[in-house]
């Protein structure tokens, strides 16, 4: 038999009020009762007798004390749950006390930092202290929480389970999911959580799109001239659009593709600079791409465009963005040449994640990074990412090339 509404309110305000402490009260928990009747929306007479009825015989039971008018004695005035009775009403509601609660979180952080990290052993070893002294002051970190250890335990395995594989390039991200023990959309439907995670366990933002995945048919946003020409002799001529989102089925369709720009500049950040440097690019002499890491639709559009076509990129230039400029020169035999990407102080010094750290000797040690070695070097040799986000410069100052 389900609980009466009125003692599911009551459970439900007693849940807010103390439920999720830690510490024992040291007052019963008491409340009125026609308020408590309003709030769980019992307003009839004859509902209202019906419950004063329940109440009675709970109070008979000796799980709740009710208090009554001083004359009229068949009128509730207040309604108290004692503390020796509040285990009796948690369980009636299958609740867990939360000191239970941290108790089994503390030893899933334990079980987690006992296994450790394959990849990156310091930085989980340093996640978990974090989590465990989080835990014991009754305090979550997002979005690892105590309260919810089955959730715990299953964001602790997704995290490590990512971070412990150098997943391949292109990985389909729902072929990851699987991989990883989800279903096909797990990892699309929680990406802002897991997000939340690897971001967690290194100290700055890890999109998935950087381990390597990608969606089930990607695409390029354009703007500028650009021409498919395809096999039978059909061409579609995207000239003279504002921004073009072609997918990857028409690039890979396309036999070969034409540009009246003379040149082709990749933008990073798509939301922003991307459409300041559209808006700027007016005499359309600019061929102008967003792309972070290279999808199987942006690597179409390199293959098929002129071999002769000059390309830059612009992307930011913390450890994160170097990395990209190096999978964009290792997708395309053309010359990648960076653009405007240069260290800049910031205000305040702005420290290496752990992230960061495990990147630089790669990226040092790259030959297709020779180029711009001294540019990576001075974040090493000052630990400091500085101003790093392209944003941070602004609109373009000119219309059309170099946009200076």
Known sequence: MN??????????QWHAGRGQHLTASSRDFTRDWVGLLERAGITSAEDQATAAREAE???????????????????????????????????LFGGTASHVLQAASLEIVAEFATGGHRRFPNEWATLCEALR??????????????RHPPTLRRMLDITLKLSERDWPPDTLIRAASVAIGLDSKGLERHRRTIESGLARLFGTAVPLKSLGFVGGESHVELHGPVCLHFADGRVHDFDGLTNVLISEADLARCSVISTTAERLLTIENRKTTFRQFAAANRDRRTLLAATSFPTPAFRELLGKLPPALSHYHFGDTDPAGWHILLKLREATP???????????PATAPNPLTPYDRQLLPKLLEAPLLADVRAEILAIAERSDRGDFEQESLGPPAVDGWPFR
């Open 133 to 146: 002294q989080a835990f014991s002051s009754a305090r979550s970190l997002h979005p690892f929480g105590w």
């Open 3 to 12: 609980p009466p509404a009125w003692l599911a309110q009551l459970h439900r």
């Open 334 to 344: 053309r010359r990648v040449l960076s653009f405007h990407m240069r260290w800049r």
């Open 57 to 91: 015989a709970l109070a008979k039971a000796g799980h709740l004390v009710l208090k009554r008018h001083r004359y009229r004695t068949y009128l509730i005035e207040r309604v108290t749950l004692p503390l020796a009775q509040e285990p009796w009403l948690r369980e």
